[in-house]
């Protein structure tokens, strides 16, 4: 069975700084997906990010990386140059077939002025 | 515009009246997916189907049936609605799955009370 853990309920920032979410994963899969979504107070979810468990090279996405361990099975989403904008759920996931997705327990990011 | 639209985005029920939430999306997509969203639990996927007919079970599909008719379309039907029932869905879809896409275009949620 796929299992996503995330660790932290909720952080803090200060706004133009950078955040790290952590995110692990367990699967016994070689092939395998792995995806950050945000979910703002207006409760729509959006996609952030993908790396695939083949990709040498760990995702970016403009402000969004994602720092890809494989060995650690770990998936951090780093968000550079926090924005008010960036207050928001955020939620790390995983697909090891093609077909099910799932979902970790979310963490709160609130940025402050 | 391309979307995933979900009906009713809220809904006050009573326990065993039988409901059905719509979700439709106009992106020709294979995959289509229902999940429920909880505090402190995430988003667990209730069915999907990877295309017209095929249906399948995720982690959580107690108390609900689902349909594949047309492409289009997956409605999720809550037969005999209980408290514990009562949560945020999303109904989701991709071109041809999760993994190989990396992206599931979202609907913007249902809101479920049953009392």
């Known amino acids: 069975a796929q299992k996503i853990t995330q660790t932290q309920p909720g952080m803090f920032v200060q706004e133009k700084e950078a955040v790290t979410l952590d995110c692990t994963y367990d699967t016994s899969d070689p092939s395998y997906g792995l995806f950050w979504y945000k979910q703002p107070s207006s409760g729509e979810m959006i996609f952030l990010i993908y790396q695939g468990s083949y990709d040498q090279q760990n995702a970016t996405e403009g402000r969004y990386s994602l720092n890809f361990q494989k060995a650690r099975k770990s998936a951090n989403l780093v968000i550079s140059a926090s924005q008010l904008g960036d207050s928001a759920m955020y939620f790390c996931?995983?697909?090891?077939?093609?077909?099910?997705?799932?979902f970790g327990a979310g963490t709160t990011v609130t940025v402050r002025a | 515009e391309a979307q995933v639209t979900q009906n009713p985005r809220y809904l006050i029920t009573v326990t065993g009246k039988k409901l059905t939430v719509t979700c439709s999306q106009n992106?020709?997509?294979?995959?289509m997916s229902w999940y429920r969203q909880d505090p402190g639990l995430g988003l667990r996927q209730i069915y999907y189907?990877?295309?017209?007919?095929?249906?399948d079970k995720g982690d959580v599909p107690e108390g609900y049936k689902v349909s594949r008719k047309e492409k289009r379309n997956f409605p999720l039907i809550l037969e005999s609605p209980s408290p514990n029932q009562t949560s945020l869905y999303f109904c989701?879809?991709?071109?041809?799955?999760?993994?190989?896409?990396?992206?599931?275009?979202f609907g913007e949620g249902s809101r479920l009370t049953v009392l």
């Open positions: 992106m020709n997509h294979e995959y």
């Open positions: 189907s990877m295309n017209v007919e095929v249906t």
């Open positions: 996931a995983m697909s090891a077939n093609d077909y099910k997705l799932s």
């Open positions: 989701a879809s991709s071109l041809d799955g999760t993994a190989n896409t990396g992206e599931l275009f």
